[in-house]
């Protein structure tokens, strides 16, 4: 009889529920968006309310599609948006205001502020360079303005989590208030130098430690669903960021194995082992790829926070695409990008350059230029940014990139595939089923609570995949990289007064 896991992909538009059986096969998803909410130009809010009510039904749903109910679950595994930060009151369990998303950046003036004194200081323990995406500067803008806030975080009768956090706090009827450590290194306030929340830097700010969840292990028995609440107590044995699950599920568990998930945002990560590195000078993320049975596991990352939300404005802002898989079709009616230059910075630019006023630039425009040509310079203006911290993580680690796995949505487009192939010089390997996000937490569950004996044993049902080899003349792509990089520089600091 089949084990059945229920995996809550929580993403930055949509929730996704999944059933997966213990052969790694989806037996059941369903999927909805909720509001993204912007008050502001610089700010990216959402309803921690909504996110729970699109939940509970899209597991309404997966149950429902396949006739069963909540106790015929073996495990439930969590993966989400990361860095995204909610607060709510301990007693009702109510948000007192909206959540504060990884894009806003709202705090980046601060960032700016406090960089001189603690941007080195903070980079060298938490291994994130200074900037809005820190749950830690949300917390403390929240403290500045939201009523009251202040006053009854200090009284201790605050949480502050992220989504894996909310939702598992949901989920157990307010019995839980916990966080992954995945999840916990991406909030820049966890230090990873002395593996605990990083006081020194939360105190200067203002922050209680009362506010802040437990740490818990990305792969354990975490709590029970309540009956009450979901109709059944199960385990919660997997909860783990979304770019460290999809590097699990695509096998990368030995040093110097790298993945590159394209989403909304593009992220590239490699496994490094079990100590940190952390290098200040290079905008390159080192963090908690995840923790399991006590013992953590290393990762750099490079990330560019609007890649495939660049195609989506395409489709929504310009109006140029009729849907996001359109893309491709589009782009490949010209042979080239014709000389335009797409820097998708529209929200800034992330590592290496850590430019929170960069805006999105596109150069090159002639009377030639078709919609065609603005198409193809997005999808080739992602890959771009991928090259951008490829050669600083290899230096970091130590370890040569031979080849890069790839998943996430836009990475079903063969041609952005084939680009990232040419300009990066190494084979791409993309599986049939690219939710890798939403594998990696259903194997972090089973494994949390003994569906497979061994990570050898949880990966050996296998993937199908493809391979797309480099075909272009070296000179040609990097003479086309310069040209990138120059395009960058014409966008950096756009927005600064």
């Known amino acids: 009889m089949d084990k059945y896991i229920l995996v809550i992909d929580a993403g930055t538009t949509g929730i996704r529920a999944l059933i997966y059986n213990q052969r790694s096969h989806i037996l059941a998803q369903a999927y909805s968006e909720f509001p993204n909410y912007h008050p502001a130009p610089d700010r990216v809010e959402q309803d921690a309310n909504e996110i729970w009510d699109v939940t509970q039904k899209m ?107 909310w939702l598992v706090y949901c989920l157990t009827g307010g019995k839980e208030h916990v966080i992954s450590a995945s999840n916990a290194s991406v909030t820049g306030s966890y230090d990873l130098v002395n593996d605990e929340w990083y006081e020194e830097w939360l105190s200067a700010l203002g922050l209680p430690l009362s506010l802040f969840p437990t740490v818990v292990d990305d792969s354990a028995n975490i709590g029970l669903t309540d009956e009450q609440v979901m109709g059944g107590s199960v385990p919660i044995s997997g909860l783990i960021a979304d770019q460290h699950a999809a590097l699990f599920s695509q096998e ?7 993945k590159c998930t394209h989403g909304t945002g593009t992220f590239l990560d490699m496994l490094i082992g079990t100590e940190p590195k952390i290098d200040t000078g290079s905008g390159i993320v080192c963090q908690i790829a995840w923790r399991k049975e006590g013992k953590t596991h290393y990762a750099l990352e490079g990330y560019a926070g609007c890649t495939g939300s660049a195609v989506q404005w395409l489709r929504d802002g310009l109006q140029i695409i ?49 919609r065609g040509h603005i198409v193809r310079a997005t999808l080739e203006g992602i890959v771009y940014s991928v090259r951008d911290f490829v050669t600083a993580m290899q230096e970091i680690s130590g370890y040569d990139i031979k080849s890069i796995a790839v998943d996430g949505g836009a990475s079903k487009n063969d041609l952005l595939v084939q680009f990232q192939a040419d300009q990066l010089g190494v084979d791409v390997i993309r599986p049939r089923n690219v939710e890798a996000t939403s594998l990696g937490a259903a194997l972090m569950a089973g494994l949390g609570v003994g569906l497979w004996k061994s990570e050898k044993e949880a990966f050996a049902i296998g993937r199908n995949k493809k391979v797309f080899s480099p075909q272009a003349d070296e000179t040609v792509r990097d003479q086309q990289y310069k040209t990138w990089k120059k395009a960058v520089e014409r966008s950096r600091e756009w927005s600064k007064e």
Do not use: H
């Open 59 to 165: 597991i309404t749903q997966a149950l429902d599609s396949l006739s069963i109910r909540m106790n015929d679950i073996s495990c439930v595994g969590i993966t989400n948006q990361r860095a995204t930060s909610v607060v709510w009151d301990r007693n009702s369990g109510q948000p007192i205001t909206k959540a504060i998303v990884w894009q806003d950046t709202r705090t980046a003036a601060r960032a700016e502020e406090l960089s001189a004194e603690w941007g080195e200081k903070v980079y060298s323990r938490t291994g994130w360079a200074l900037a809005p995406v820190y749950s830690s500067l949300s917390l403390e803008w929240m403290m500045g303005n939201v009523p009251l806030m202040k006053e009854r975080a200090e009284a201790g009768e605050l949480a502050f989590g992220t989504i894996d956090s």
């Open 252 to 258: 990368c568990v030995e040093p110097g194995m790298i």
């Open 322 to 370: 009729d849907s996001s898989a359109e893309s491709e079709a589009v782009a490949g009616k010209v042979d080239n990008n014709g000389g335009v230059y797409f820097v998708p910075a529209l929200t800034g630019l992330s590592a290496p350059y850590w430019d929170s006023y960069a805006r999105g630039t596109i150069l090159g425009v002639s009377p030639g230029t078709t």
